[in-house]
C-alpha cells in the first residue's frame, strides 16, 4: 500500500528497461498450455488490461442497473460513512457510469469543488466493505492515484477509476454491473494536487511507462497474469498519449498483454492485441505465435495455420510454434472428419 507522499520521476539513463527487455518473458510461449474452452463474446473495453471478474462486464442496459441501485438509498442496514463537511444528499439515480463499463457509481453524499484526484494525487480515503482477502483496505487509509502495488490488487484498478472520478468529500458506492449489492463504499476526504497525462513531459510519461512494464514484467514470472495485464495496460495508457508513431515499445507492451490474455482464457482479446502488436512492429515472432494461438483457440484454423507457419519461416527451429502447428493440423483433420460424419448422414 502507497503511503509516502508522492515522489517526482526518477531519471532514467539512456538505455531503457525494455531495449533489454524484449526477451524478457523467455520461455514464455511454452508456459502457455492453452486448448480451452469454446470461446465466446468478449468485450473489446477490456483490451487494455483484463479482468477477469464479472466486474468486467459491459453496462449493456443502464437503466436496469439503476432500477437495481436505487432501492439503497433508504436502505439504514448498510454502514454509512457521516461527515462534517456540508453536503448534498442526492437521489438514487444519481449514477455514473464508467466509460468502459466494469461498474456503476452510486453518489451517496455530493462532494464539493470541481477539482478531482488525478496522476500523482495522494488520497487520504475511508473505504468500507471490500472482499476479505481482496488485499483492498478496510478503513482510513491513504492511496496515491497511479503509484504503489494497491493498484495491483484485484480490485485496485477498479477503485481507481472510481476515485479519479470523485471529488473532496464525495460519498459513493461502488456496483458491479447486475449485482445489486454493493461491492464496497468509499469516501474521498482529501487529496493532492496530480496532474493529467496531457501535463506530463514525454520523458516523464515514458518513465512511468518503463516502471510499470517492469513490475508487469515481474508479476508475469511471480505468476499473476492479472496484475501483469494491468500494469501494461497502464504503460500503453501513458503512451498512447504520446504524438503518433509513438514509441516503438508499444509493440512489445501488446505483445506481453496478449500474453496474458491467452493465460486468462482471452483469446478474442489477445488477437486484438497481437493486431497491434504488428500493426507496429509488422513479423514481431511473439505476436504472430500469439495470434496463431488465440486463433486455433477461437476455431480460426485457418489464420492459425497462416501465422504459425510465418514464424517458421522466419524461425524453423521455433520448437513452440512447431508443437502448436501440429496440434491445429490434429484439430483440423478432427473437424474435417465430423464434418463428413454429418453429410454422410444427411445423404444416407
Known amino acids: 500500500m502507497e503511503t509516502s507522499p508522492v515522489s517526482p520521476v526518477k531519471e532514467k539513463g539512456t538505455a531503457q528497461p525494455w531495449q533489454r527487455e524484449e526477451n524478457a518473458l523467455q520461455n514464455l510461449d511454452a508456459a502457455i498450455p492453452f486448448r480451452q474452452q469454446p470461446p465466446g463474446p468478449i468485450p473489446e473495453a477490456l483490451e487494455l ?78 473505504a468500507l466493505g471490500f472482499p476479505f482477502g481482496s488485499g483492498m ?30 471529488r473532496q468529500g464525495e460519498e459513493a458506492e461502488i456496483h458491479l454491473p447486475g449485482c445489486s449489492a454493493p461491492l464496497a463504499k468509499l469516501r474521498l476526504d482529501s487529496f493532492t494536487k496530480g496532474r493529467d497525462s496531457w501535463e506530463l513531459e514525454a520523458m516523464e510519461k515514458e518513465a512511468l511507462a518503463s516502471e510499470e512494464h517492469s513490475r508487469g514484467t515481474e508479476l508475469f514470472r511471480a505468476g499473476n497474469p492479472q496484475g501483469a495485464a494491468r500494469c501494461y495496460g497502464r504503460a500503453l495508457r501513458l503512451l498512447l498519449t504520446l504524438p503518433p508513431p509513438g514509441p516503438p515499445e508499444q509493440a512489445i507492451l501488446y505483445a506481453n498483454l496478449a500474453a496474458c490474455q491467452l493465460l486468462l482464457g482471452q483469446p478474442q482479446l489477445a488477437a486484438q492485441s497481437c493486431d497491434r502488436a504488428l500493426e507496429r512492429k509488422p513479423g514481431h515472432l511473439k505476436a504472430l505465435y500469439r495470434r496463431g494461438v488465440a486463433q486455433a483457440a477461437l476455431g480460426n484454423l485457418e489464420e492459425a495455420t497462416a501465422d504459425l ?40
Open 309 to 348: 507457419k510465418k514464424v517458421l519461416a522466419a524461425d524453423p527451429q521455433n520448437r513452440a510454434a512447431q508443437e502448436e502447428l501440429g496440434k491445429v493440423v490434429v484439430q483440423g483433420k478432427k473437424q474435417d472428419a465430423l464434418l463428413a460424419r454429418g453429410l454422410r448422414k444427411m445423404f444416407s
Open 49 to 126: 488490461g483484463m479482468r477477469s471478474h464479472p466486474a468486467s462486464r459491459i453496462v449493456e442496459n443502464p437503466q436496469e442497473i439503476e432500477k437495481r441501485v436505487a432501492g439503497f438509498e433508504g436502505d439504514t442496514g448498510k454502514p454509512h460513512v457521516s461527515t462534517n463537511e456540508p453536503a448534498e444528499r442526492l437521489h438514487a439515480s444519481a449514477l455514473w457510469y464508467c466509460p468502459d463499463g466494469s461498474f456503476v457509481k452510486k453518489i451517496v453524499v455530493h462532494g464539493h469543488g470541481l477539482d478531482k484526484p488525478k496522476l500523482g494525487s495522494q488520497c487520504r480515503v475511508l
Open 137 to 166: 483496505p478496510e478503513g482510513w487509509t491513504e492511496l496515491t492515484i497511479g503509484i504503489g502495488q494497491w493498484g495491483e490488487k484485484i480490485w485496485g484498478d477498479l477503485t481507481e477509476k472510481c476515485l479519479e472520478s470523485m
